[in-house]
């Protein structure tokens, strides 16, 4: 992509140029200073030559050594020395000089005359020297110095009044000496206030600085957040150069906060964060929008190589990744819309791109999509879903079909599976994978999970009452649902009231669910346990769970996953097959040993019930057996399954 067109600011950028600029006045400044200093002693110097007898030759020697001391220091900031060792060495000399000077006056020459003359003369030194020190940042010895100026004058005029020449001196001797000093602890106060106003105002910068940052930062992963995407998009979009945004979000990212924790939700966090930071191209923009919603800016709109950039992301993320001695696997669903093709502003540039990516989240997650316009109409058919679902069960429009669990010996139903259906009067019959992942978005699962669970134990209840009482009912159970403080009392007072015993009712979790990590799942699970409901661990194979961690699983069934079963037979290379039963061969060894029933699921051909049946496995389910069927033709399939079994 072309990053020579693509700039990615940093909350600090616009810091540079000021910066730069101080550095040039500061170097200015130094200039000044010298070029004033040198001055000031080749005037002093020419005092000498002007008043005959005046300067003695120590004078002579302390004004030159000055002067060579000045010119060299200026040729050392011509040769790239910083500011402050050069101030610094410029004030210890001429503090120097100005003590020297002054004690030739006082304990040299001793006439009035003289020091009244030097007290004039050196009154400049004494007022700009603290303020220079000030204002500009010293070493520590001139700083030092600095400060002891006033103490110094104070001290040699203590001194000089023990002289001779002191005590025959005349009042306005002292009273220049002491006015000197007054002037010169003044001057010094002044400055030590002016860098402690300066310190103050120093720390206030920077603490607002720091606060300028954080407020662009994520804290959790320290990527950019959402307000500086949206100046980033902004100042993208007034730039007029084309640009990419790629819109992430995780699957099931939820369903590990709330079975695992948040803390353990952070972690992973961080960690899928530093991938996306070693794959985000130089000069791209890459942060963290929310929970687990992530956008990445790159520079350019060619649909190839964006599209490669979006399958590297989602390749990446799905590698598997070890969090707290555990092996967690996650998808992306990356959506991507181009500047200007796709949207002519920042706002909805990032709105066609969450479009997209919800795309990919309705065929199936873990992939991308590049927005295009027919993406809008698909957006309008999930919000009227969404609206028509809160209304389907006061309409009717639900109900349920159940779907046997068969012994493999015999056929005969064990089990039956309930399976919710939506008949919508538009969109005619809506797939569950449709519907459900709805329902948890929007809040509605606890009251379908519970509108499930009431009808299937009533279907059950009239099973018993019809003559099939050994017959259970599978119930799928949401995460969410096993998120609910009181959802065992639920499901017992739901058994009460259809007058089952607890036995008859088997209550079905994904294995991406980790029964035993999350605090309120694992209250969920005890209590419904503690009740006699058994527990089915569906999908084995494809989530947290392992062979061997089956037997510290709260669980009396385990389903094999279809996608097992469907490789045991048909077109499938040998090291495949042979692999699949193997797998297939060591559950059914694990099961038995840990007095688990297993249930291979997606059972379609009498090939995969030889197959199965030969490895050890005793119930199935699928469409071999039967379709999912209405209520009313259940008791009719259990007469024939067990009349079959009785032939």
Partial sequence: MNESVFHAPTPHAADVTPARAEADRGSVTVWVILAAGTLGHVISLAQGFRLPGYFLPVDWVLGGTVMTVMLALAVAHALGWGRRPVISLMLVANITFFVARLGVALFVVGTGGRILTDLATLLVWLLTMPMIEASMRTSPLAHRMSLGLPFALIGMTALFALTPAGRAARPEVYFGLGQLSLVCLSVVLGAQMVNTLRAALHRIRADNQALSRRAFLDPLTGLHNRAFLDRHLLEQVALGQPFSVLFLDLDGFKAINDTMGHATGDEVLCLLAARLRALAPP???????????????VSGDD???VAALAQQVV?????????????LRLSVSVGVACFPHDAADARDLLLRADRAMYAVKRSGKNGFRLYSGHLLDQDERRQVLERELRLALERGQLFLEFQPICTLAQGRAVCLEALIRWQHPAFGLVAPDVFVPIAEECGLITSLGEWVLRGALDAASGWQAAGFPEVKVAVNVSPYQLMQPHFADMVGRELARAGLPAAALELEVTEGVDLRSRLQVSHSVEGVRALGVGLSLDDFGTGFASLARLNDLPVDVVKIDRVFVADLTGDVERSRRRYVRTL?????????????????????????????????CTLAQGFYFSTPLPEAQIPALLRRTQQSVEV
């Fill in 584 to 616: 297939v061969a060591a559950m059914v060894t694990v099961a038995a040993t840990l007095g688990l029933e297993l249930v291979a699921e997606g059972v379609e051909t009498p090939e995969q019930c030889e197959e199965l049946r030969m490895l050890g």
């Fill in 283 to 297: 000069g791209s923009c890459l942060t963290r929008v929310s929970g687990d919603e992530f956008v990445l800016v």
């Fill in 303 to 305: 649909s190839l190589e």
């Fill in 315 to 327: 390749d990446e993320l799905s590698t598997a990744f070890e969090v707290g001695g555990q092996i």
